[in-house]
């Protein structure tokens, strides 16, 4: 017959196991797979306005430089008309030099208008990706934001259950002394998270080792405080 105490220790045993089990629940959620998946989703969409918002400014950029030589053309433009018309000049050569001069920046003009008609037609299919993007973008924000409550509430749910079963374990350690204890968590530490199993018949329940007659009959006859380990496994058997 087994000690109180190694009885105990099988409880915490079960109590360790189920704790296991509970954390390994934790970590291996589905709703925390599922709100990673929406996580990538998002910071997807992020690199994809990143890039398109930059594509979107190189463009800008573009057409603000036609604008600023547009705008200092037709100042130059002005200034030659102004003083073509002025009466300051009286030379035909340089009259006719100063309207060549205008209408040269007057096509000159005219093909940089026509090249920002061109940017502003490549601007347009930009700005709409770019709206698209942002409209993916916030609804994926909500379904992020959907799959972390699911996750909150999945995780808290645990939670609970592992505070029951921690309580439900230290009671049940009470009755085992603290050398019984540290051995055992030493044990289970390196046997796969079981340190102590019960003899079933001539067995080891942890390894099912089979143990001699006399081997079986010694260990029932240990005093309370004493016990013996598998030779196979190590691990504590109790009777």
Do not use: W
């Amino acid at each position: 017959m087994s000690s109180p105490e190694l009885e105990a220790l099988l409880n915490v045993q079960g109590h360790d196991t189920r704790l296991d089990q509970l954390r390994h629940q934790l970590d291996t959620l589905a709703e925390r797979t599922a709100r990673d998946e929406v996580r990538a989703l998002v910071a997807q969409v992020d690199v994809q306005i990143e890039a398109t918002a930059s594509q979107r400014d190189e463009i800008a950029r573009r057409q603000n430089r036609i604008d600023d030589e547009v705008e200092s053309l037709k100042a130059k433009r002005d200034g030659f008309d102004k003083k073509l018309y002025s009466g300051e000049v009286s030379n035909p050569r340089e009259l006719q030099d100063l309207q060549e001069e205008i209408d040269s920046l007057g096509r000159r003009i005219t093909k940089l208008e026509d090249d920002e008609l061109e940017v502003m037609a490549e601007a347009e299919p930009v700005d709409e990706r770019l709206l698209s993007l942002k409209d993916a973008l916030a609804q994926r924000q909500q379904e992020l934001a959907s799959a972390e409550n699911l996750l909150t509430a999945a995780e808290a749910e645990i939670a609970v259950q592992i505070d029951a079963e921690s309580e439900l374990r230290q009671a049940c350690a009470e009755p085992v002394s603290a050398g019984v204890l540290d051995e055992y968590e030493k044990l289970r530490a390196g046997l796969g998270g079981v340190g102590v199993s019960k003899l079933i018949g001539t067995q080891c329940g942890g390894c099912h080792l089979t143990l001699s007659a006399m081997d079986v009959a010694r260990i029932k006859k240990l005093p309370d405080g004493e016990f013996d380990h598998c030779e196979e496994c190590g691990r504590i058997l109790v009777p």
